[in-house]
């Protein structure tokens, strides 16, 4: 099929094959563009573009995985490695609460001295003392760590989480599921059909999942659409067996300039950036929500993905620390008045949600710009 028709087949809403996702490669940019943000028009408000207001928060830097790609992470016997008490993750969540936010996402390391108790007594602490706060935690990565620590599946583990107050599990660490391209970059790295056990494990708890991907470690047009090939099966059998899939799918580029892949693995530019959101918009049929990334690349190509198939402009994160330590695009996180007023420059409708893509309010963006500009965080 030639390249128009492919693109006409999929703004129609069909689904495409494996040999027209690798067709979409080819393409000429501005055409990919033109049909993925017609499909996002499509599926959600043509004249809204949403945001979260949340924190990250890194409870412990401790991993055994070491990942090569990875300049956050420490062993437990290096000087700067840490666990956060409860109180000190108590303590940014106040931070947040003070600027309206009511959601943090909570990961870390593979610390093999933390006990699964330690997590559950975690998420009971932070419930009780926040009642609202919903908590989006722990990788697939650290569940696959609890399970060898613990000898227990990744079903009893989350469940038990789930009890204890876990609202979600981020999508984090699945770069490019392909096996070949994992073991170059991190030998010790989960494993692709670990990583949608566990998320599968997730979804049918009703558990919170995100899909994500990561370009720029060598991978080829290949891996990239055998990536977005397998998320859009694991969302047909969650949405048929559990009716409760991915929430939406994020797009990150590689960050190498304080890691050891640095010289060994190109990255990303931002017309493959681009390039690749809009042919996973074209993919990614029973998707509804696409995030721009600004930590990577900025907010001028953030703004410009909104007219590739995003339709959302992520989170405030407030703190973030593995992007920015792998060499990210120097912030740590946005203001609301940042957010606000990106989204209004490029031609759109700025609206708050929460983590499930529901409008929570949409902001007065002329009052919003008036306001004094926000200092950052500590």
Same mark, same amino acid.
């Given at each position: ?76 016997? +290096?000087?700067? @490695? ?50 609202? %706060? ?9 569940? %696959? ?20 107050? %876990? ?25 692709v059909a670990d990583w949608y056990r566990i998320v599968d494990a997730a979804q049918a708890l009703g ?26 099966? +694991? +969302? ?33 530019? @931002? ?16 998707? @509804? ?14 703004? @410009? ?74």
């Amino acid at each position: 099929m030639k390249g128009m028709d492919v693109l006409e087949k999929a703004v129609a809403g069909e689904r495409l094959s494996e040999e027209e996702v690798l067709s979409l490669f080819d393409l000429p940019l501005p055409e990919l563009a033109a049909a993925a943000h017609e499909v996002r028009l499509r599926k959600t408000d043509p004249e809204v573009v949403t945001f979260l207001i949340d924190r990250n928060i890194n409870y412990t830097n401790v991993c055994t995985v070491a990942c090569a790609f990875c300049a956050f992470y420490r062993t437990k016997r +290096q000087k700067d @490695a840490y666990t956060l008490s409860y109180e000190a993750i108590a303590e940014k969540i106040e931070e947040l609460y003070r600027v309206g936010g009511r959601r943090i996402l909570l990961q870390g390391g593979v610390n093999p001295e933390l006990p699964l108790e330690w997590y559950l007594d975690l998420l009971r602490y932070l419930k009780g003392r926040f009642p609202d %706060l919903r908590i989006d935690a722990f990788s697939p990565e650290e569940i %696959l760590g609890l399970e060898r620590l613990t000898g227990l599946r990744a079903e009893a583990i989350l469940e038990r989480m789930k009890e204890a107050g %876990l609202d979600g599990m981020p999508g984090a660490g699945a770069e490019i599921l392909v096996d070949e391209v994992r073991l170059k970059a991190a030998p010790a790295r989960i494993r692709v059909a670990d990583w949608y056990r566990i998320v599968d494990a997730a979804q049918a708890l009703g558990l919170y999942t995100l899909a994500s991907m990561v370009i720029g470690f060598g991978e080829g047009k290949e891996e990239r659409a055998a990536h977005l090939l397998g998320l859009r099966a +694991q +969302q047909d059998r969650a949405l048929e067996r559990h009716k409760n899939g991915f929430a939406a799918f994020a797009l990150w580029t590689l960050q190498v300039e304080h890691t050891r892949l640095k010289g060994k693995a190109p990255g990303a530019t @931002a017309h493959e950036y681009l390039k690749t959101l809009a042919v996973a918009r074209l993919t990614l049929d029973n998707f @509804a929500h696409f995030q721009a990334s600004w930590p990577t690349l900025g907010f001028k190509v953030a703004q @410009a993905a909104l007219y590739y198939g995003a339709d959302d402009f992520g989170s405030t994160m407030l703190e973030e620390n593995v992007v920015s330590a792998a060499g990210g695009h120097g912030r740590t996180h946005a203001t609301v008045r940042e957010i606000v007023r990106h989204i209004v420059d490029a031609g759109f409708r700025p609206a708050e949600r929460d983590p499930l893509y529901r409008i929570l309010r949409y902001p007065d963006p002329e009052a919003i710009l008036k306001e004094p500009v926000e200092l950052p965080m500590a």
